[in-house]
């Protein structure tokens, strides 16, 4: 089960097309080959899924401890990871969690995806840099994207020659293997009729272009590790899953499954009833594009309502907003939703929220210290209540307390990864985290 990570210099420089079409040029071959998603990420693993036929987890080395990372790449055939960002590129202050720190904890090779769109012999000094910025961050070999002719290709080749770094190949500009995206990134893989077509595509023009024996013979083996292992927050968990109810973990829900816990999912906007549980979870997701829907989804709200009375329910920011009194979307339209919570929120005025959050719950079913990640653009136009969790960014300040909580309802913003690596951090920065 050897393994390899396909980072870049910076964001948008076409790692995510170049690694679909590697997973999908290697299953062609009959490779057994496996994606992996480095960070927070939910809309990717869904591509690398498709593109290999293989289940494709996150690997978060802010948020995940050495053991889970290595009993989650473990597995057979060929790992593929796709980086996140830039290859260092990680959470202030410092970078951690960075595809970097993912290479040094796996002891896994690099391979770098460059745009050399707009370069030629500026090419050399870049990728060299690259190399040489860390002795424990090996960059085996550089794939060059949205190359413009052969005249192109031979100038950048001619330039890196002196480097020693090893040309896997070149991609072509190909306009018609770009993603589509909204607000919080792409569209999601459900959701593209086109998707076998964008994959076949992709895996034809990397298959032309790159040299997959000679990218895999770089690939190097990964230790044998047992999965992770996260305490169910019940025995009976129904989960929301649908396209306004997409993001939630396959760790997370794997992890409870192992230890013993049942996992009934059902849709929302199916309009489908509750079914009986201790903790009913409703993931992030899109629920302003499905809003209508959801408030005229009387089996369900009326089923959520009622299990209130019984069960523990649980929001995560679609969720949690969910949850709340009312949504107002992006064209201002006011929604009815469960009414389980005092909170409202609007996609009218827009704000990004994002970053990385250790927080720390005194009770509910997720009491304890997480490691975390907030992402949305959501507004909130009116709360009231109890808040649900203690917050702190990657730096360890303080911040104001997140989400709600009413009873045996709850919810944030915010999506829980795992138990955190690390403590929470004391008022004075240092960590205090009572048992």
């Not at 990218?215 to 999965?227: F, I, K, T, Y």
């Not at 089996?299 to 009312?326: K, N, P, V, W």
Request: proline content about 9%; glycine content about 12%; overall charge negative.
């Amino acid at each position: 089960m050897p393994g390899l990570i396909v980072a870049a210099p910076a964001s948008g420089s076409g790692k995510t097309t170049v690694t679909l079409g590697l997973l999908r040029a290697f299953r062609d071959r009959g490779v057994t080959v496996r994606g992996a998603k480095s960070g927070p990420d939910y809309i990717d693993p869904r591509f690398h899924e498709a593109a290999s036929g293989a289940a494709c987890p996150n690997l978060d080395a802010w948020a995940m401890p050495p053991a889970t990372l290595a009993g989650l790449a473990a597995g057979d055939g060929l790992l593929v990871i796709e980086g996140a960002m830039g290859l260092f590129d990680g959470a202030p202050p410092d970078g951690a969690g960075a595809t970097a720190d993912l290479a040094r904890q796996l002891d896994l090779p690099v391979v770098l995806v460059v745009d050399a769109a707009r370069m030629a012999q500026s090419i050399a000094p870049l990728v060299a840099g690259f190399a040489a910025y860390d002795a424990r961050v090996r960059v085996a070999g550089v794939i060059l994207n949205r190359v413009g002719s052969p005249r192109h290709a031979a100038m950048l080749r001619a330039a890196l020659a002196p480097t020693g770094i090893k040309v896997l190949g070149m991609v072509p500009r190909a306009g018609d293997i770009a993603h589509p995206s909204r607000h919080l990134g792409l569209v999601q893989a459900g959701e593209r009729d086109d998707l076998a077509t964008f994959l076949d595509r992709a895996a034809g023009i990397v298959a032309e272009g790159i040299d997959l024996d000679a990218l895999s013979d770089l690939a190097v083996p990964l230790p044998a590790a047992e999965p992770p292992v996260i305490p169910p927050p019940a025995q009976r968990i129904a989960v929301a899953r649908d396209d306004a109810f997409a993001f939630a973990y396959p760790h997370q829900l794997n992890a409870w499954r192992a230890a013993g816990a049942e996992i009934r999912p059902f849709s929302p906007l199916a309009d489908e009833t509750v079914p009986p549980a201790d903790l009913v979870f409703l993931p992030g997701g899109y629920p302003e594009l499905h809003a209508g829907r959801l408030a005229a989804a009387r089996g369900f709200m009326d089923s959520l309502r009622h299990a209130a009375q019984h069960a523990d329910i649980y929001g995560e920011c679609g969720g949690y907003m969910t949850l709340g009194e009312s949504l107002i979307d992006a064209h201002g339209h006011r929604h009815t939703m469960a009414g389980l919570l005092p909170l409202g929120t609007s996609f009218a005025h827009r704000k990004l929220h994002l970053g990385y959050r250790t927080l720390r719950a005194a009770a509910g079913p997720f009491a304890g210290t997480w490691a975390a990640h907030e992402f949305h653009y959501a507004s909130i136009v009116s709360e009231s209540g109890p808040p649900l969790f203690e917050a702190a960014d990657t730096e360890g300040t303080a911040l104001p307390p997140m989400g709600l909580r009413a009873g045996r309802v709850a919810g944030s913003f915010a999506h829980l990864i795992g138990p955190s690596p690390r403590p929470f951090p004391s008022p004075a920065g240092g960590a205090n985290d009572p048992a």
